[in-house]
C-alpha cells in the first residue's frame, strides 16, 4: 500500500499543454458541480432563490479560479479563452485544451450534480428539473432579446475582467484578491443584474455541456427543444462573441492609452 502510494504521489507531467489541460478541466467541473448543485437545492427552496443562486454561482467560480488559477490562469470559459486570445493575452494555440478542457469539466461537473441529487430530481417533471442544468430564457423573451441580453452581459464580463487583469492598471487587485473580485463580479454585476431574460449563462460550456448531459441520461430532447429549439444556441453563439466584444472595447478605450 505504501509504495502505491508513494507511486501515485510520484506522478508528474513536464507538459504545459496537459498541466493546462488538467487546470482547466479540474476548475470548470468544480465550478460546474458547485453551481449546478446550488441550482438543485434551490429548485427544493424556491425562496432562497433570489440571493442563493447568484451568490453560489459567484463563489463556485472563485473557489475554482483558486484551484485552478495558478497553472492555466483560471479562465474556465470558451469565451474568456477566446476573447484573451483575440487581444493576445492568450497564445491561439493553447485555445484546443483549453476549450477541451472546459468543455470536459462541464459535462463531467454536471454529472456529478446530478449524481449527488438524481433521487430528488427524478421525482419531478422534466420540464422542471433540466434548467438545474442549463439556462432557459423567459418564456415572454424572444431569441433577439435573449441573443443581445447574451452579448451585453458577457461583454460587460470581459471587459470587468480584462481591467482586473490589467497590469497597467493601478486599481487593479492583489493576484491572491483576483479570484475572489471576478466571482464578486460574477455574483453582483452580472448574474443578479442580467439573470432575468436568459439566466446569466455567460459561459458556454456552462450551458451546453449540462445540457448534453441532461439529454443522455434521460431527459431526451426536452433541453434543447425548448422554445421550438430557438434558444439553446444563443448562450453559445452569444458569449463567444460577447467575450471577444468585451475584450476589444476595454483594449480600444482603457487599455492602448496608459501613459
Wanted: charged share 10%; aromatic share 12%; hydrophobic share 45%.
Amino acid at each position: 500500500m505504501e509504495k502505491t502510494l508513494k507511486r501515485l504521489s510520484s506522478i508528474r507531467t513536464e507538459s504545459d499543454i496537459l498541466r493546462e489541460f488538467l487546470a482547466e478541466f479540474l476548475g470548470t467541473l468544480t465550478f460546474v458541480c458547485i453551481g449546478c448543485s446550488a441550482n438543485a437545492v434551490m429548485l427544493q427552496m424556491p425562496e432562497l432563490s433570489l440571493i442563493n443562486g447568484p451568490l453560489s454561482w459567484g463563489l463556485a467560480l472563485s473557489v475554482s479560479i483558486y484551484v485552478s488559477g495558478g497553472v492555466s490562469g483560471g479562465h474556465l470559459n470558451p469565451a474568456v479563452s477566446l476573447g484573451l486570445a483575440s487581444i493576445g493575452k492568450l497564445q491561439w494555440k493553447k485555445l484546443l485544451h483549453y476549450f477541451l478542457g472546459q468543455y470536459l469539466g462541464a459535462f463531467v461537473g454536471s454529472l456529478l450534480a446530478y449524481a449527488i441529487y438524481n433521487q430528488t430530481i427524478d421525482r419531478m417533471p422534466n420540464d422542471i428539473t433540466w434548467p438545474i442544468f442549463g439556462t432557459k430564457s423567459a418564456s415572454h423573451i424572444n431569441a433577439g432579446s435573449a441573443f443581445l441580453d447574451q452579448i451585453i452581459s458577457t461583454m460587460f464580463f470581459l471587459m470587468i475582467i480584462c481591467s482586473l487583469t490589467d497590469e497597467d492598471n493601478p486599481m487593479k487587485p492583489s493576484k491572491g484578491l483576483l479570484p475572489f473580485a471576478i466571482g464578486f463580479i460574477n455574483f453582483g454585476s452580472m448574474i443578479a443584474s442580467f439573470s432575468y431574460n436568459c439566466g446569466g449563462a455567460l459561459n458556454p460550456a456552462r450551458d451546453l455541456m449540462p445540457r448534453i448531459m441532461t439529454a443522455i441520461f434521460g431527459w431526451k430532447s426536452a433541453p434543447f427543444a425548448y422554445n421550438d429549439y430557438n434558444y439553446f444556441w444563443i448562450p453559445i453563439v452569444a458569449c463567444h462573441l460577447g467575450g471577444i466584444l468585451g475584450c476589444w472595447i476595454y483594449r480600444l478605450m482603457i487599455g492602448n492609452h496608459w501613459k
